[in-house]
């Protein structure tokens, strides 16, 4: 009899009972299918992890990847910092739209190579108008335009995110330093959160990611850059495998202008306390209430 694995039963049973009845049947659902024999449907979520546990998984976890890619990587559970609370701001009156930044992403990040796909989103936008309906990500000609400006746009790790109200499983949440992450392996891929984040900051495998072994960076976390299974949603994290040991999100160290600004919202010394004391800066689509951590700002 073949195997059944935990997405597969979930999503079966949100299709039956509907989405509301799904959030409160899930739990029951997701202690019964441990009893499956393979270890990924054993695996508890992240947070009920033991330390003992956690190393099993990051075994596995890089044993599949050399197996599937030939490479050997080191994937580490990399926690917040007590006293840390970041946050990001971006200066649109620099930003020249070059794209260097979701480059950067991209290969940081392990994403798929066949969809050039990346957490960030240059979007060309009409000088005088915000409205994001109107910006366009697709351009081939020089930059920066006369008449234009560039909006990256990312996940703005809302302190009221809407993608953690609507996960039926609990997958995702946010982190005591502001990173709103993502349990991969506990993922069912019903992309409610996609559909609730106002930023349209979330990824969905539709297909196993396509990646050269040589091309994968080896420097990997389970809640970030770990080459991410098919049919899970996936998300910017702003690099918390980096930021955690003390260094930049990746998109940050490429700008070629210096329009990027990040750091730790509890330290008054720190660069982007300075910004929000001293720019005009504003958040999108404020009036939502999602209280992000992603700021922008304008040097007049």
């Known amino acids: 009899?073949?195997?059944?694995?935990?997405?597969?039963?979930?999503?079966?049973?949100?299709?039956?009972?509907?989405?509301?009845?799904?959030?409160?049947?899930?739990?029951?659902?997701?202690a019964w299918v441990a009893n499956l024999?393979?270890?990924?449907?054993?695996?508890?979520?992240?947070?009920?992890?033991?330390?003992d546990e956690m190393a099993?998984?990051?075994?596995?976890?890089?044993?599949?990847?050399?197996?599937?890619?030939?490479?050997?990587?080191q994937i580490q559970d990399v926690r917040p910092q007590p006293g840390v609370q970041f946050g990001y701001a971006l200066n649109l009156s620099i930003c020249i739209g070059?794209?260097?930044?979701?480059?950067?992403?991209?290969?940081?990040?392990?994403?798929?190579r066949r969809t050039n796909n990346s957490y960030i989103r240059v979007l060309e936008m009409q000088?005088?108008?915000?409205?994001?309906?109107?910006?366009t990500a697709i351009y081939e000609h020089a930059v920066p335009q006369p008449d234009k400006f560039y909006m990256p746009v990312q996940c703005h790790q809302c302190d009221n995110a809407p993608c953690v109200k609507v996960c039926p499983v609990d997958a995702t949440w946010k982190e005591s330093d502001g990173i709103v992450v993502v349990d991969y392996n506990w993922c069912i891929g019903c992309r409610y959160c996609e559909a609730a984040c106002p930023y349209h900051a979330r990824r969905f495998n539709w297909t196993a990611p396509e990646i050269r072994g040589e091309e994968i960076n080896p420097d990997q976390s389970y809640l970030s850059n770990?080459?991410?299974?098919?049919?899970?949603?996936?998300?910017?994290?702003?690099?918390?495998?980096?930021?955690?040991?003390g260094r930049l999100p990746a998109c940050l160290e490429v700008c070629p202008t210096g329009a990027r600004v990040f750091g730790n919202l509890l330290d008054p010394d720190s660069e982007i306390r300075w910004v929000l004391a001293n720019k005009r800066v504003f958040v999108l689509k404020e009036e939502l209430g999602t209280r992000p951590r992603f700021f922008y700002f304008f040097d007049k």
Request: charged fraction near 30%; proline fraction near 3%.
């Open 1 to 30: 009899m073949p195997e059944i694995s935990r997405r597969t039963v979930l999503k079966g049973a949100g299709a039956m009972l509907g989405a509301a009845a799904f959030a409160r049947a899930v739990a029951p659902a997701s």
């Open 37 to 51: 024999s393979v270890d990924e449907f054993l695996q508890r979520h992240y947070k009920e992890l033991s330390r």
């Open 56 to 73: 099993a998984v990051l075994a596995r976890l890089e044993a599949e990847t050399e197996e599937k890619y030939g490479v050997r990587v």
């Open 98 to 112: 070059c794209r260097k930044c979701a480059e950067a992403c991209q290969i940081e990040n392990n994403h798929d």
């Open 127 to 135: 000088k005088g108008s915000l409205d994001l309906e109107r910006g």
């Open 226 to 245: 770990r080459v991410r299974p098919q049919g899970v949603m996936e998300k910017c994290t702003f690099c918390l495998h980096r930021i955690r040991k």
